[in-house]
Nanobody, 120 residues
Framework: QVQLVESGGGLVQAGGSLRLSCTPS???????????MGWYRQAPGKRRELVAS???????NYVDSVKGRFTISRDNAKNTVYLQMDALTPEDTAVYYC???????????WGQGTQITVSA
């Protein structure tokens, strides 16, 4: 099986920065099938939303609210995805979940979630 190991969550003040990372661990046969990796977030009382995603080829997608502030990147050699978060606001407060999906969409993995709290 595949586990997504997340790191980088925490508490910051508005205007600050955080960097999240997510690295798959486990079955290499399944890990190498991963194409899209990204980050979702879920704030209290709200549904989980896609924040940013990136394909193995480098195509990116961002939710409008983070464009210009967040940057997603990946290291294909390590199958690791990063999310650089700058100019954070209290509205970014949420649990952030790493996500990975195979090219066919038949395999999908989730991280355990990491709390991001931005104080005013």
């Amino acid at each position: 099986q595949v586990q997504l190991v997340e790191s980088g969550g925490g508490l910051v003040q508005a205007g600050g920065s955080l960097r999240l990372s997510c690295t798959p661990s486990g079955d290499i046969f399944r890990i190498i099938r991963i194409n899209v990796m990204g980050w979702y977030r879920q704030a209290p009382g709200k549904r989980r939303e896609l924040v940013a995603s990136i394909t193995r080829g480098g195509s990116t997608n961002y939710v409008d609210s983070v464009k210009g502030r967040f940057t997603i990147s990946r290291d294909n050699a390590k199958n690791t995805v990063y999310l650089q978060m700058d100019a954070l606001t209290p509205e970014d407060t949420a649990v952030y979940y790493c996500n990975a999906e195979s090219g066919t969409g038949s395999e999908r993995y989730w991280g355990q979630g990491t709390q991001i709290t931005v104080s005013a």
